[in-house]
């Protein structure tokens, strides 16, 4: 039986999105929740109506999972609702919309991770010059054929640690 057979499907697809997500505990109650809501009446009734990718996507809502479309991209399914732009389903947005959307994504999570990096002083960022991109060591223990550390680098140009954001010692 078809209804049967794509129901399945869909249970599998989601049990990996439960499974790439969670573990333990967390997991097993998630796999409950999913066979109990592959067993809902509206389930029942667009399973054979309606796209693969959107009926995933409704019930990974429900379960509170973010799935990576990506993992499934290849699948025959998802390459046919990609092809036939089936409404719903998270494959048939244009490619090149796609392809922005992922690139804006991931523009902002790099803007996040180097903010999240760089403490806030409440003062302007210095220039550094091409002369002070290679000290020399002159004036300093360091030797000036060894890399320097970030300790070491921002004590000598007396700048706030990046990791701290403390003053370097004075001395």
């Known amino acids: 039986d078809r209804r049967h ?12 999105a439960i499974n790439a997500e969670l573990t333990g505990i967390k997991a097993y109650q998630r796999e409950r ?3 109990e809501r592959l067993e809902d009446e509206d389930v029942e009734t667009d399973i054979g109506s309606h796209p693969i990718g959107e009926i995933i996507a409704r019930i990974c809502w429900d379960l509170g999972l ?13 390459v ?31 803007e996040e991770e180097v903010e999240a990096a760089e403490p806030d002083t409440g003062q ?4 550094i010059s091409e002369a ?5 060591g002159a004036g300093t223990e360091e030797p ?3 890399p320097w550390s970030a300790d070491t680098w921002y004590r000598h140009y007396k ?6 954001g403390s003053d370097p010692p004075s001395g």
């Open 5 to 16: 057979r794509r129901k399945a499907q869909v249970g599998r697809i989601v049990k990996q």
């Open 33 to 35: 929740e999913l066979r």
């Open 66 to 78: 973010d799935p990576n479309w990506r993992r499934w991209a290849e699948d025959h399914w998802a």
């Open 80 to 110: 046919e609702e990609a092809r036939t732009k089936a409404p719903g389903s998270p494959y048939a947005e244009d490619e090149e919309d796609g392809e922005a959307e992922e690139d804006e994504e991931e523009e902002a999570e790099a």
């Open 124 to 127: 302007p960022a210095r220039e």
């Open 132 to 136: 002070e991109t290679a000290p020399d």
């Open 144 to 146: 000036s054929a060894a």
């Open 159 to 164: 700048l706030p640690h990046p990791a701290t």
